[in-house]
């Protein structure tokens, strides 16, 4: 049995070395766990494919219309020739090696999402009939900048949820009987803000229709959470800190 980094919407490719890949051989009938780690893949190669395809369901979620961005974009990673640098070349989306002071720029999933901004702007106006897609290089950037950072701070938010509801579950399962209502507490206040999330991301979904109703309706919803109130209980809770995302802290131009 094979498989490698390569699905619908992404195609990873490590120009001049081996591209990931994962091969056993088993009995039929089998049940065979794929497996990506350092031995098999890359980091920059499980992060480029992961992001590329978390970016590719943010913006679905947004925009179900947008059919052309549902494409196996190219993810080359580790590329030389330059170091601190990542670019978009109509198509697919190219991080370079780490070098420079720079780690593997496909590490980077801020990164990721900037450049995967930059073919969702073009594919948003090649749809719309615009056949050479976003022209105005400024206006290119700034909404790369925009997509990454609403798609950072959502797309991830609700994995992060979705990750806390699970481990509230396990929680539960084993919890005493004492504190399985402070558990089930903390569960509700996890599906509160999934369902905050859901409301915001729908809200940036409308933004473009003008809809005026949309803000009525989550303005309320907003002042009832944060996540960093749950974030903040949670973490007094359990007893642990809760670790910054990791990500570019340099400043660092990207095209
Ligand atoms: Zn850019």
């Not at 699905?7 to 990931?20: E, M, S």
């Not at 009995?27 to 190669?45: F, H, L, M, R």
Request: one cysteine or more; glycine letters at 10%.
């Amino acid at each position: 049995m094979t498989s490698s980094l390569s699905g619908p919407f992404c195609v990873v490719d490590r120009p001049g070395n081996t591209d990931a890949s994962f091969n056993v051989t088993v009995q039929n009938p089998a049940t065979v766990d794929i497996a990506w780690t350092p031995v098999n893949s890359a980091d920059s190669e499980r992060d480029g494919y992961y992001h590329v395809n978390l970016a590719h369901d943010y913006v679905k979620a947004l925009d179900p219309g947008l059919t052309q961005m549902d494409y196996a974009v190219p993810c080359h990673v580790e590329q030389t020739g330059d170091v601190c640098n990542a670019f978009y070349d109509g198509a697919g989306v190219n991080f370079y090696a780490a070098g420079g002071g720079c780690p593997s720029i496909a590490t980077l999933p801020d990164v990721i999402y900037h450049e995967y901004g930059h073919s969702v702007n073009d594919h948003t106006y090649r749809q719309a009939g615009m056949g050479f897609g976003m022209v105005n290089d400024a206006l290119h950037e700034g909404m790369a900048d925009v997509f990454s950072a609403v798609a950072s701070e959502l797309a991830l938010a609700q994995t992060q949820c979705a990750r806390l509801d699970g481990a509230l579950g396990r929680l539960l399962e084993v919890a005493a009987p004492a504190d399985r209502e402070a558990v089930l507490r903390e569960l509700h206040v996890v599906d509160l803000l999934n369902q905050q999330i859901a409301a915001v991301a729908g809200f940036v979904g409308r933004l473009g229709d003008g809809a005026p109703a949309a803000l009525i309706e989550v303005g309320p919803a907003l002042q009832s959470i944060t996540l960093g109130e749950v974030a903040e209980r949670i973490g007094q809770g359990v007893g642990q800190a809760c670790a910054s995302p990791a990500g570019a802290s340099e400043d660092i131009d990207f095209f």
